[in-house]
């Protein structure tokens, strides 16, 4: 499978229809769009909301909402429907991810924004640019703590090098309907399958 590198246009034209959800306020779109995301990539998903249960649900929504973007991202720039990511190619992700981190000199000391790998980076640039200019940004305007950035900034690059290994071939994904989402719609009452810790009638359940 030949590489696939998200554009700059891809990346900001995915900024762009955030920005509009945002603005407008749109809770239905965005339900259905978190509903897609829980359908297609329940693993990422899970993945990124893994936070919450350790760091409370502020860290837990920021990590869920820059892998959503991440997504978004990769899904604009591919023809038809990513590879759903499994839980091994997050363990295996994760793994890349750590090493070429944990191999830059001095990362530890660098802003947060810095903290990743160059050799990774060269394989989705676009995205990897778009994602320092946004966690600089957050952090410099308080949108979001430094303690928040460090904790959901290499979850988020562990998205980008699962999706990049998928569509490359390096460590395949499964085709979209290979394996049933066995994550039943929970009821009104129960909590939401996003993992905000809201019940299911007051977050994707008030959209469907």
């Known amino acids: 499978m030949s590489a696939v590198v998200v554009t700059t246009e891809d990346v900001e034209r995915t900024i762009a229809t955030f920005s509009r959800l945002d603005e407008r306020g749109d809770k239905k779109a965005m339900g259905k769009l978190a509903q897609r995301l829980q359908k297609e990539q329940p693993f990422l998903l899970q993945f ?109 690059q562990i998205a980008i090098e699962a999706f990049d290994a998928a569509l490359t071939g390096r460590r395949p994904g499964e085709r979209q309907g290979t394996v049933v989402n066995d994550q039943p719609t929970p009821g009104r009452n129960e909590p939401c399958h996003c993992g905000s810790g809201k019940k299911y009638k007051k977050c994707h359940g008030a959209a469907a």
């Open 48 to 156: 990124a909301a893994q936070l919450r249960a350790d760091h409370g649900d502020a860290v837990g929504e920021a990590s869920v909402f820059y892998s959503t973007l991440v997504w978004a991202m990769f899904d604009r720039a591919v023809e038809g429907t990513l590879p759903r990511i499994t839980a091994a190619n997050l363990a295996s992700a994760e793994t890349v991810v750590t090493e070429a981190v944990a191999a830059v000199e001095g990362v530890a000391d660098k802003p947060v924004h810095e903290r990743y790998a160059p050799g990774l980076a060269e394989g989705q640039p676009h995205i990897y640019a778009k994602l320092a200019e946004l966690i600089e940004e957050d952090v410099r305007e308080d949108a979001m703590s430094a303690e928040t950035a460090a904790l959901i900034y290499k979850p988020t």
